[in-house]
């Protein structure tokens, strides 16, 4: 009925300007993982450089910006944090301080201006002479703007009085900047002024100045080297990330100057509201862009029925609690080795005439046809869960694996933490995982520090199975987990481990970060290969070369459990349709060229096989990854090491992975072509020639290889 629409619900509600995907369709990219990212950094040193700052870290949400910070500021056991009784890290971060971090809330009662008591502020603080029955005080929290008290803005006096104490105590001081720069223009006071009292602060992109997702967490360069690791810990560490962090470096530039505009409507619209009978607004509160009105006890009107009457007119608002109170938002209307690698790389790879990126199948870039789907993607909240393309991408990829619903999460790294906590929702619960698969040893151990989950290894063979009856021999509670990973598994092998997992009463997740590798390797279907499994956490940013993300697959109650923990995680993100686009077509177009990846692998291994000093397996090179052993001792006294190669091969524009002292890594993707795979068994070859070594160290055949 609707001939326009308002949408007042939030300023999280925003679409991405035409600037905006313009840049995320052009942004310059590499793997955030290895912070490699450009668009990122840049964006990471701009905001820290606003906030007056050391560095800063790009993470998928606020409330993932709020957690990290409170935890590393609060990295002892038995600590606690001093926050207000109605802040939005106490009400609205689903508990995640306490359930995922163990840091105890000590809340201070928020006078109607978002600010508490200086005095209670300090009576809140713990006796360290009590510490055999009190927590110990670690940290204060403030937010500024205040959402839940109408964006009111704390004054930078208050803030430095904070400071102050929290000094005084040997406290520190985080900032929840979801609005800081409204608050900041609210004031008329320099955002780096305003949080200078601060150790930390997290600075939301995706609210007032309208970014489709993310914020950026600023402090001191020791405090974002243990935020970065936490980060990672917790499953934010996503891949191609500047294409996201080139639309919130558009935000910063474009819309930064609309927010004191946005502050003269809220204004214009309060005062409106407030003269309307029956409504009740307290307009000398309203000092950013939010509104909270009152309906008046006793009136006809009720909460309910006006906001259908709103929503039937095309104007949303926010009904929040009781039926008598409404709010209102305003805003723009618009829609160790791998360090070393990479520091060689940034001075040497200048000599070479092109780059060949084997480190990882993560690096790949998007394609101009990823590119082109994100600047047009059709997007909407997906905290609310009503982005169109992140709904499309879930069903579609459920719809793959046979199951019945998915959740689209930042990494692989939070698929699998978040699955293995839905099963093992019970304090006590154990998992059963291979001693070598990636949930053990390249997650932070996450599933334990984080989840509480004890790990219970078995050991993976060369093929990556673990043996049935040592899997048995392992389970000891039946509320415990089975995980699989590693090379392809064969549909055989693990429908028997889903028939134990029957048995005895468990579940079976799989970890499927190369799934779809593991399929075409075996030609078998995707969804009959997962066919026993309760879930799967499905890597788009792998095999087919998304720039970011996964889903979660599995039931539709694994799913709703599955998305209440990935909030407390901290990983609602927004607009997330924009890289949900490029996922989708990552599923359309790259995996029928898996088998070309395969292919390739194998005639890489080959090659490298064939120089002596170097030694592959070759029969077990089923998917896009090589491993090449190097034997140091084949010339006694040589100088030959990984290092050395790996310095040999970056300076000619090849880059691989240094795993260890003896063993090299290489993996093949849809962006590196046959002539590729050729060029770099010719740097290997002329490795030997510039070392000295010549052909009596290459078996006679390497030379028609090459050819």
Not at 339 to 347: A, P
Not at 480 to 495: P, Q
Not at 694 to 699: M, Q
Request: aromatic content about 4%.
């Amino acid at each position: 009925m609707a001939t326009r629409t308002v949408d007042l619900r939030s300023d999280t509600v925003t679409k991405p300007t035409e600037a905006m995907r313009a840049a995320m369709a052009a942004a310059e990219v590499d793997d955030d993982v290895f912070g490699a990212d450009p668009t990122a950094v840049k964006l990471q040193s701009e905001v820290a450089k606003m906030m007056g700052k050391e560095a800063g870290l790009f993470v998928p949400s606020g409330t993932m910006g709020n957690l990290i910070s409170v935890l590393v500021h609060c990295d002892v056991r038995g600590s606690e944090v001093i926050l207000g009784n109605n802040s939005h890290i106490h009400i609205y971060e689903n508990g995640g301080i306490a359930t995922i971090g163990g840091v105890h809330p000590r809340p201070v009662k928020n006078n109607e201006d978002g600010t508490m008591d200086i005095d209670l502020i300090e009576d809140a603080i713990r006796d360290p002479r009590g510490e055999l029955v009190y927590p110990t005080t670690r940290l204060i929290c403030l937010e500024n703007s205040h959402g839940n008290t109408g964006g009111r803005c704390l004054p930078v006096e208050y803030i430095d009085r904070v400071g102050e104490l929290a000094k005084k105590h040997g406290l520190k001081l985080h900032i929840d900047g979801a609005r800081i720069f409204n608050a900041s223009v609210g004031l008329r006071i320099p955002v780096d002024r305003l949080v200078q009292a601060a150790d930390s602060v997290s600075v939301c992109l995706s609210k007032g100045i309208g970014a489709p997702v993310g914020s950026v967490i600023v402090g001191s360069e020791t405090f974002i080297t243990k935020a970065r690791r936490l980060r990672k810990t917790l499953g934010g560490g996503m891949r191609q990330v500047g294409v996201i962090c080139a639309a919130a470096l558009v935000a910063l530039k474009e819309n930064l100057v609309r927010l004191e505009g946005d502050h003269k409507n809220a204004k214009v619209l309060a005062v409106g509201l407030n003269q309307i009978k029956g409504l009740r607004v307290n307009v000398a509160a309203v000092e950013t862009n939010i509104i909270f009105f009152d309906i008046v006890e006793g009136s006809k009107i009720s909460g309910e029925k006006l906001h259908e009457h709103l929503v039937e007119r095309g104007v949303f608002v926010m009904l929040e609690g009781p039926s008598s109170k409404l709010s209102v938002d305003c805003k723009k209307k618009m829609a160790t080795k791998k360090l070393y690698l990479r520091v060689i790389g940034n001075w040497r790879v200048k000599m070479a005439t092109r780059t060949v990126d084997l480190r990882s199948d993560t690096v790949t870039k998007p394609t101009e046809a990823m590119r082109a789907a994100m600047a047009t993607a059709e997007v909407d909240d997906d905290v609310f869960g009503a982005d169109p393309t992140a709904v499309k991408l879930q069903s579609e990829v459920a719809k793959m694996m046979g199951k019945e619903a998915g959740l689209f999460v930042p990494s692989g790294t939070m698929g699998n933490l978040i699955s293995v906590l839905v099963h093992c929702d019970v304090r006590g619960s154990e998992v059963i995982l291979g001693n070598n698969s990636h949930i053990h040893i390249y997650e932070n151990g996450g599933i334990a520090t984080i989840g509480g989950v004890h790990p219970r290894p078995v050991e993976n063979n060369e093929d990556g199975t673990m043996d049935i009856d040592l899997i048995e021999d392992a389970i000891r509670d039946p509320r415990g987990e089975l995980v699989t990973g590693g090379r392809c598994l064969t549909v055989e092998y693990i429908d028997r481990v889903g028939e134990l997992a029957k048995k005895h009463g468990l579940k079976l997740h799989i970890d499927g970060a190369c799934i779809f590798n593991a399929s075409v390797a075996l030609g078998i279907p995707v969804d009959r290969l997962v066919q026993a499994a309760n879930s799967v956490s499905v890597c788009l940013s792998k095999g087919i070369g998304a720039p970011v993300g996964s889903v979660i697959v599995g039931s539709e109650t694994f799913i709703t459990k599955a998305r209440r923990l990935r909030k407390s995680l901290g990983r609602g993100m927004r607009q997330v349709g924009v890289i949900c686009a490029a996922a989708l077509v990552a599923l359309k177009e790259n995996l029928v060229k898996l088998e070309g990846d395969h292919k390739n692998a194998k005639v890489l291994a080959e090659g490298l096989n064939r120089i002596k000093g170097l030694r592959v397996n070759v029969t077990v090179v089923e998917t896009n990854i090589v491993s090449i052993l190097i034997f140091f001792d084949i010339v006694e006294g040589s100088k030959i090491s990984g290092e050395k190669l790996q310095e040999h091969l970056v300076e000619r524009g090849v880059f691989v992975m240094l795993e260890g002292p003896s063993r090299m890594r290489i993996v093949l993707h849809h962006q590196i072509s046959s002539s590729d795979v050729q060029y770099t068994l010719s740097c290997a070859f002329s490795w030997y020639s510039d070392s000295s070594f010549l052909s009596k160290h290459l078996y006679p055949t390497h030379l028609h290889i090459l050819v």
